[in-house]
Every structure is written in structure tokens, then in C-alpha cells.
């Protein structure tokens, strides 16, 4: 092959170039898809696991020169309906939330989603085993029905066995009776965290942050449909299915999941 001492190297210095070129545009479609909620360290994690040999440093440069950040977390209240003298069920998860197996505990809470329209609720169930969101639901008010509705959606999709420890804060519609019967009914152990400790619930409390800061926030709904399909889409999408979680060893939900039913 004919080719010329310079024209050599002017090839062997594209190389590398055009290998940072396709890594710059990685990072920045990934900053596009994770709306900007992928900071140094998860942006590397990701990048090794599509095959790039990178390191948090190297990938703290990329982001810099392809003019990304990862946005900062803003803190959100959040609010339970505890004035209520309806029995209240004792501390049995006492902050023991690694859980060597699925459908063990459960951890249950509401927040709440602001469109143009009017307030959304959205209730959801975690699995702490495999911080998979494996129930939820969702409407224009915060009545029983609303909790007690992704209680049984998460009953569906995962037929856990007897016993399991239902974890919640001390809100009126998880101590109602018609939910305290519903987790008689299917045997499960009722626990609620300490008064005005929030601490308690953090699993749950760190989904909403992340749901929140890392998909909602900058979002305007002109409708509750509108932001229900942003939500479903976090959850399914992106939480379930491909956000990297630093206490799975930075693998996801799904993959955890998947592993335990080998």
C-alpha cells in the first residue's frame, strides 16, 4: 500500500480524535436522554457498560468540553396526613432496608405531581430487594382507593407469599381499615415508620427525589394525562429498566430481578 510517511501519521492522529469525538457524542445523547440527571461517576458507568474503557476523571473532562452538567438536586417537601387517632402499626423495618430477597418488604408512599390542570397523586410500592418500583397509581385525589389500588397492582404482577412486611409512613389512608384489611387479607405484616420521621421511608422518599428532580423537574403539564405518560415513562423506561443504582452495584432493577429468578 502506497501511503506516505506524513500521510501515516496524520492518519494516526484522527484515531484518537475520532474515538473522543464518538465518546463526546455519547455523553451528550446520554445527558439529552437522562435529562440531565447523570452526573461523572453514573455517566462512566454507563459508557464502560456500552464498551467504552473510561474512567470518572477522563469522563468529568468529556462532560466539561461537551458542555454538560449534571443538574443539582433540589430538596422537595413532602407532606403525610398524620393528625388522624386511626391505629397506627409498629416499626418492624427499623431502617433494615437491604433485603437479601424479593417480595420480602415492601415499601409504600404518596406524593404528589403539580400540572396545569390540578394536582396528580401518585401512589407507589417499592420492592426493597431490587428497588423496583412493582406498584402504582395515580389520579386527582388521595382517597384510600388511590393506595389501595397500587397495592393490588403490585399483588399482580409479583404473587408474594404470606408474611411479607408492608412498610409506610403513618397516613390516614395506609392506617384506614379497608387498607389494614387488605394486608390481612393477603397475610402481609403491617409497618409504619415513626411519627414525623421520614428517615424511616428513605428508600421510598429517595424514588420521589430522584422522580422528581432527575425526569419532572423543568417539565410544565398542560394536563394530568400529560404528566401521568411522563411518570409511566420513568418508571418503566427509565427507573425499572435502566437507571443505575449506586446500592446495586450500580446495575438496575430489572437486572437484579432477573438475577434472582435464575
Known sequence: ??????????????????????????????????????????????LRRRGYEVGRYQVRSLMREAGVAA????????????????????????????????????????????????????????????????????????????????LEVAVGRRQPEKGLIHHSDRGSQYASHDYRSTLDRHAFQASMSRKGNCWDNAVMERFFGSLKSEWLAGQRYWSRQAARRDVVEYIEMEYNSCRLHSTLGYQTPREIELAAAA
Open 1 to 46: 500500500m502506497q501511503v506516505s510517511r506524513s500521510g501515516f501519521y496524520a492518519w494516526r492522529r484522527r484515531g484518537p480524535d475520532d474515538h473522543r469525538q464518538a465518546l463526546l457524542r455519547e455523553v451528550r445523547e446520554l445527558h439529552r436522554r437522562k435529562r440531565g440527571s447523570y452526573g461523572s461517576r453514573r455517566m462512566a458507568k454507563e
Open 71 to 150: 443538574r443539582q438536586r433540589r430538596r422537595w417537601r413532602h407532606t403525610t396526613d398524620s393528625q388522624h387517632t386511626l391505629p397506627v402499626a409498629p416499626n418492624l423495618l427499623n431502617r433494615q432496608f437491604t433485603v437479601a430477597e424479593p417480595n420480602r418488604v415492601w415499601v409504600a408512599d404518596i406524593t404528589a405531581i403539580w400540572t396545569l390542570e390540578g394536582w396528580l397523586y401518585l401512589a407507589a410500592v417499592l420492592d426493597l430487594h431490587d428497588r423496583q418500583l412493582v406498584g402504582w397509581a395515580m389520579a386527582d385525589h388521595m382517597r384510600t382507593q388511590l393506595v389501595l389500588d397500587a
